[in-house]
């Protein structure tokens, strides 16, 4: 079974950067989700195993920027332009399709936190 581990979050000034990563034991498909206090999960970017199809959640667009090395079996999630409204806990899941929804993914990260003060 893929296992997946998480890194790179933490506390971050608005405008700043942050780049998470997400190592998998095997190659597959990768999603980012972030979830808030007091709301749903909601999904943030995807890119597919070869990692030529990409998708943004319009939020995240033009400031976040996914890609993977698949020599490593690693995807990461460089996000720059951050803003207070993107603290959240960050979660890297994979599964067999590129997906935007959460029940395409089958396996996820432990989660990693991340905080923009402003």
């Known amino acids: 079974q893929v296992q997946l581990v998480e890194s790179g979050g933490g506390l971050v000034q608005a405008g700043g950067s942050l780049r998470l990563s997400c190592a998998a034991s095997?190659?597959?498909?990768m999603g980012w989700f972030r979830q808030a206090p007091g709301k749903e999960r909601e999904f943030v970017a995807a890119i597919s195993r070869s990692g030529g199809v990409t998708y943004y959640a319009d939020s995240v667009k033009g400031r976040f920027t996914i890609s993977r090395d698949n020599a490593k079996n690693t995807g990461y999630l460089q996000m720059n332009s951050l803003k207070p409204e993107d603290t959240a806990i960050y979660y890297c899941?994979?599964?067999?399709?590129?997906?935007?929804?959460?029940?395409?993914?089958?396996?996820w990260g432990q989660g990693t936190q991340v905080t923009v003060s402003s």
């Open positions: 095997a190659p597959t498909s």
């Open positions: 899941a994979a599964g067999p399709t590129t997906s935007i929804l959460p029940g395409a993914y089958a396996l």
